[in-house]
């Protein structure tokens, strides 16, 4: 079914910047919806950004509006996060996942990463 690779994740100080990839091997459908997520230490994974494949439509998380960007290059098959202000509770391991649907539930993502840990020292 291909496979959802993250890369960029690190270590970065309060205030700085990060940008993810994710890096899909098989076929993105005009309708499939790529998203991020992420599982901060000790909690439940919890929903980033998304945006549909066919347009620039995109959805934020409270939490990381007007701080994070989600993108695409539907020719390299790879979604982006730019992630900028950081702040020690954005630590946590960031996922990738490709759905069907635009929705912020986990439940409605097929495909997923393995994760790319993000820690942001204050």
């Known amino acids: 079914q291909g496979q959802l690779i993250e890369s960029g994740g690190g270590s970065v100080q309060a205030g700085g910047s990060l940008r993810l990839s994710c890096a899909a091997s098989g076929r993105i459908y005009s309708s499939s919806v790529m998203a991020w997520f992420r599982q901060p230490p000790g909690k439940a994974r919890e929903f980033v950004a998304l945006?549909?494949?066919?347009?620039?439509?995109?959805l934020y998380a409270d939490s990381v509006k007007g701080r994070f960007t989600i993108s695409r290059d539907n020719a390299k098959n790879t979604v982006y996060l730019q992630m900028n202000s950081l702040k020690a509770e954005d630590t946590a391991v960031y996922y990738c996942?490709?759905?069907?649907?635009?929705?912020?539930?986990?439940?409605?993502?097929?495909?997923w990463g393995k994760g790319t840990q993000v820690t942001v020292a204050s």
């Open positions: 945006t549909r494949w066919h347009s620039s439509s995109t």
């Open positions: 996942a490709k759905g069907s649907h635009y929705s912020s539930n986990q439940a409605e993502y097929t495909h």
